[in-house]
């Protein structure tokens, strides 16, 4: 994150540039589940550095005081740039069943999210080639996470970028669902925002509760999630599965899996 320069990237750029990069990566294929492919090509979304958005991510009520912004991670930030990484069939079709984690899902959890720490890395350096400033906060040395909650919340930020909006389990629905993994990098590059197609920030949420009822923990209620009942679930499945956790119950097997759910209003 040491170079200035012109920035010339666009949004097509970076989008092309991921798409080619998850296409060549091989970190995306477990081959000892008969050459798994974890990830479909991803969704970017382009947030303002100083969207007033990141200013509420600080109230209590959002994510709290501790959530750093764009420009206390980049002085010189300018844009933000999220990406959603789909977990394709395959993994999410294996953890459709109620019960125990899917072997797929698993490795989706852990050796996926090493291929985003990847993903994260290659477009921080494709704005540093591109003579800019860049850092992916989730990588930095500052980033913490203090009684389960972190100092920058990539779901909330791709909610700021346009790429989707909450579900009653928390997760984000995405135009290709929930079922996946978020990342972000912060650069000094400006870059044209992704319009928000939505209003609210659990637009695209149906409220049909079927999150409720998968929930192995029941951490899920119509009040929302809770999330240390969940995240003392997924302590007790890495015990069992170490060095590999995770569950994913509430994002396969429901409506937003891979989708936008249809929303049904009332009549009149």
């Given at each position: ?44 979304g382009i ?95 500052r980033y ?118 249809v929303v ?5």
């Open positions: 994150m040491r170079r200035t320069g012109v920035e010339t990237l666009n949004l097509e750029e970076v989008s092309q540039s991921a798409k080619d990069f998850c296409l060549n990566s091989p970190l995306s294929v477990v081959d000892e589940l008969d050459s798994l492919q974890i990830f479909d090509l991803p969704l970017i947030a303002s550095a100083s969207d007033s958005l990141f200013d509420e991510l600080k109230e209590d009520s959002v994510v709290g005081s501790h959530h750093l912004s764009p420009k206390e991670w980049l002085e010189n930030a300018r844009s933000v740039i999220s990406f959603f990484l789909p977990f394709t069939k395959r993994v999410r079709e294996a953890n459709r069943l109620l019960g125990l984690p899917a072997t797929e899902w698993l490795y989706g959890r852990i050796e996926g999210e090493g291929f985003n720490v990847a993903l994260r890395e290659f477009m921080a350096h494709l704005f540093i080639d591109a003579g800019c400033y860049a850092v992916a906060p989730a990588l930095d040395t913490k996470v203090t009684n389960r909650k972190s100092n920058w919340s990539e779901r909330h930020v791709a909610y700021i970028a346009g790429l989707g909006t909450f579900s009653l389990s928390c997760s984000l629905i995405t135009k290709q669902g929930s079922a996946g993994r978020l990342g972000s990098v912060v650069t000094s590059a400006e870059l044209a925002p992704t319009p928000r197609a939505y209003q609210s920030r659990d637009e695209y949420c149906s409220k049909c509760g079927s999150c409720i009822a998968r929930c192995p923990p029941l951490a899920i209620t119509e009040r929302g999630k809770d999330h240390a009942v969940c995240s003392d679930y997924l302590d007790r499945v890495k015990v069992r599965y170490s060095p590999r956790y995770g569950c994913g119950k509430c994002q396969s097997g429901v409506p937003c899996e891979a989708q936008i759910p049904a209003f009332p009549a009149g």
